[in-house]
């Protein structure tokens, strides 16, 4: 069993891996000769599953294992790995490949620098926990710039036999009222974010808590362009909209049925009630998430990106985070959210 590759987009390996990290510990992490995907599937809150084009991240690709497809199942700890990857910010190279010491399975990041830093002892720990390993070259011609500098961090994982991962498999939604393209991620988090603070303020000073799952906030779409935030408490009524947004059109090739197919879609049906103004009530999909993990979901807008929302009605939100390789002819890499309704 092999994995080797170099790192040449660490800067959204590292927030895509942030991103994940925010919503749980352990990924689970798919290795094949295609892409590259990365689960999380926390006891609580929501799910992501992401399907990274190899060539949006990595390059020189080795993968080598006796299952079908060449296909490496790990379990990763995620804040190990962002720390580690954070660590190679400033790196001129960086490669990741898999190997074992001691007998533990490891993913090792080596880590080339063209700067000097203080030399860190031969399997210390550096203040991330991390284990970190550094070998400085000699330069006999050159000038002390010209001095590299190699950083190996070593990440320890478990190896998943495919018999232990064949049952996982991704959450069945019907099919969405209300698919919408979300507004500015991060101004969404800000918004939400702020919402979620004034229920918590006003839980507090009522003197009850907020309960184990936080204040829940409510998130509606329609159709004609609209998305609604609201937030309603005993004390306050609060909402947000926007207007204007894109409803992008299906394909009928993607869908049951074809052209029959869309006509009866859901989504079809609710386009031919409200309108664009977003005042009247029919027409809208609403779905009520926690306050926390709908922030901790919004994270992944420091990706940038388009994002698509699918509503199923008092079911689930699935969120479609599109991320557009940066360079020629990389392909194009999806993060799929799945986010639970609570009951009104």
Same mark, same amino acid.
């Given at each position: ?31 094949? /000769? ?100 550094? /070998? ?11 001095? /590299? ?20 498999? /991704? ?43 936080g204040p829940k906030l409510e998130l509606s779409g329609n159709m004609h362009g609209c998305l609604r935030l609201s937030l309603s408490t005993d004390a306050m009524r609060i909402k947000s909209l926007w207007t204007g947004l894109e409803n992008p059109e299906l394909d009928p090739d993607h869908v049951s049925q074809g052209e029959d197919g869309l006509a009866n879609h859901p989504s079809t049906r609710m ?74």
């Amino acid at each position: 069993m092999r994995f080797r590759a170099s790192i040449t987009n660490i800067h959204t390996f590292t927030k895509f891996t942030a991103s994940l990290a925010t919503l749980g510990h352990i990924a689970w992490v798919r290795l094949d /000769e295609k892409d590259v995907r990365f689960t999380v599937i926390p006891e609580n809150g929501s799910q992501v599953w992401s399907v990274l084009a190899k060539d949006a991240v990595f390059d020189t690709y080795t993968i080598q294992s006796a299952a079908p497809g060449n296909t490496i199942n790990l379990e990763v700890p995620l804040a190990p790995l962002q720390r580690a990857l954070k660590s190679a910010q400033n790196g001129t190279a960086a490669n990741i490949r898999l190997t074992k010491k001691d007998n533990i399975p490891l993913l090792s990041l080596t880590i080339t620098t063209s700067t000097m830093n203080n030399p860190v002892p031969h399997g210390t720990q550096n203040d991330t926990g991390v284990e970190e390993f550094r /070998e400085e070259s000699v330069d006999f011609f050159g000038s002390r710039q010209d001095r /590299e500098t190699v950083v190996t961090q070593d990440v320890p994982i478990r190896v998943l036999a495919p018999a232990s991962v064949q049952g996982i498999h /991704e959450p069945v939604c019907r099919e969405p009222d209300v698919h919408i393209v979300l507004p500015n991620l991060m101004q969404l988090k800000s918004i939400s974010d702020r919402f979620t603070r004034l229920a918590s303020s006003s839980k507090s000073k009522s003197g009850f808590g907020a309960g184990s799952s936080g204040p829940k906030l409510e998130l509606s779409g329609n159709m004609h362009g609209c998305l609604r935030l609201s937030l309603s408490t005993d004390a306050m009524r609060i909402k947000s909209l926007w207007t204007g947004l894109e409803n992008p059109e299906l394909d009928p090739d993607h869908v049951s049925q074809g052209e029959d197919g869309l006509a009866n879609h859901p989504s079809t049906r609710m386009k031919a009630m409200g309108d664009e103004t977003g005042e009247t009530d029919e027409g809208w999909a609403t779905v009520r998430v926690e306050g926390k993990d709908w922030g901790r979901v919004l994270s992944v807008g420091r990706l940038g990106g388009r994002v698509i929302a699918c509503f199923c009605h008092d079911h689930a939100l699935i969120l479609y985070v599109f991320l557009n390789g940066e360079g020629p002819g990389e392909g194009e890499s999806v993060l799929t959210y799945y986010i639970s309704s609570y009951s009104a």
